[in-house]
């Protein structure tokens, strides 16, 4: 794809999206970044340029849709029309659900949800009328799959997850050349868990396996280069999860029960005083830049073989039909003598 597009990636300032931003950034992408987060938003703006692209950081609220309008009104103002906009911005609370506030579980769902939607509408409006351009939501292995101690993040993804199947089809009863697509992720190896709102006694962790913010960066380029699938699935574990709730939910409903408290939670107690990024962002104190990995280096995997797989799966298909085709032969010809 061409380096001369202009790209929108919210949640710009760590993990996924600063990692997209960086991509989008190596292919000479002009990227406009937006985040509330500006020390982590200006540093991953320096990453953009090192990597050949320009940058546009711009804070921003993605729950106040004004503010989303203002900054996509200036993206185009300074870096020229939108071909691809690409949400990212999350929030979340890590607690029991009966211990997360009514004013918690609305912010939560404001940032999360209504952040995909404000931004969807507002690259929508702007691409419809000139008939082109992507819109790429990240979904996650949760947005099919509720799990414990994660009801705002999981109903929020849910949501988004319907959404998008309901504007997809509405784009494609319009025919044209604006099209959506979604990647569902695997867990991350994300600053997220040094910022999140949590209640838990020790410190959050993704639950493994885990996989570094690159492998996700790569599936959301890559679904902005092939929007033609309706959503993409990242990580073995991904697959596997949601195949089994195909399969088993009742099943994986008690696993989860069982499993799902002590997987989330590393060994260590959590700080009471850690920055928590719900209702401001967590960066900026003492000129902190969390950056785009969190802890979990040592056993987050930097590459997902079945990402690979899903790139080329046209290859595969015709590999798997010439071994079939092989076979089928020899079935023809009968035992070898």
């Not at 292919?27 to 540093?43: D, I, P």
């Not at 040094?194 to 570094?212: F, G, M, R």
């Not at 104190?285 to 799966?313: C, E, M, P, V, Y």
Request: charged residues 20%; contains cysteine.
């Amino acid at each position: 794809m061409s380096g001369s597009r202009v790209v929108v990636v919210t949640g710009a300032s760590g993990g996924i999206g600063r990692a997209a931003a960086r991509r989008f950034g190596s292919q000479g992408a002009s990227v406009a970044l937006l985040a509330r987060g500006e020390t982590g938003l200006n540093a991953a703006a320096e990453e953009v340029r090192a990597a050949g692209g320009r940058a546009l950081p711009i804070p921003v609220d993605v729950a106040d849709y004004e503010q989303v309008r203002a900054a996509a009104e200036r993206t185009e103002a300074e870096l020229g029309p939108i071909d691809v906009w690409v949400n990212v911005a999350f929030s979340s609370v890590f607690a029991e659900f009966v211990d997360i506030e009514p004013e918690e579980f609305r912010r939560t769902t404001e940032v999360t949800y209504l952040g995909f939607v404000y931004g969807t509408k507002v690259a929508l409006d702007l691409m419809l009328p000139r008939d082109h351009g992507t819109i790429v939501q990240t979904g996650s292995a949760l947005a099919k799959r509720g799990i414990p101690l994660q009801s705002a993040y999981c109903g929020a993804k849910h949501a988004i997850q319907g959404f998008h199947e309901s504007l997809r089809t509405e784009l494609l009863h319009r025919g044209g050349n604006v099209r959506t697509t979604i990647v569902h992720m695997p867990a991350v190896n994300t600053p997220q868990f040094d910022w999140v709102e949590s209640k838990l006694p020790n410190h959050a962790q993704p639950v493994p396996p885990i996989y570094q913010p690159e492998v996700a960066a790569q599936a959301l380029v890559y679904a902005a280069d092939h929007p033609e699938r309706r959503e993409y699935w990242v990580g073995g574990s991904t697959v596997a999860t949601l195949l089994a709730n195909r399969v088993i939910p009742g099943l994986l409903d008690r696993y989860l029960a069982r499993t799902g408290f002590g997987s989330q939670q590393t060994d260590r107690p959590r700080d009471p005083d850690q920055q928590a990024n719900l209702w401001k962002p967590a960066d900026g104190k003492d000129g902190r830049d969390f950056g785009t990995h969190g802890g979990f280096d040592d056993r987050a995997h930097a590459r997902s073989l079945q990402l690979i797989a899903a790139q080329h799966r046209g290859v595969l298909a015709m590999a798997a039909g010439a071994a079939l085709g092989v076979v089928g032969l020899g079935l023809l010809r009968g035992p070898a003598r």
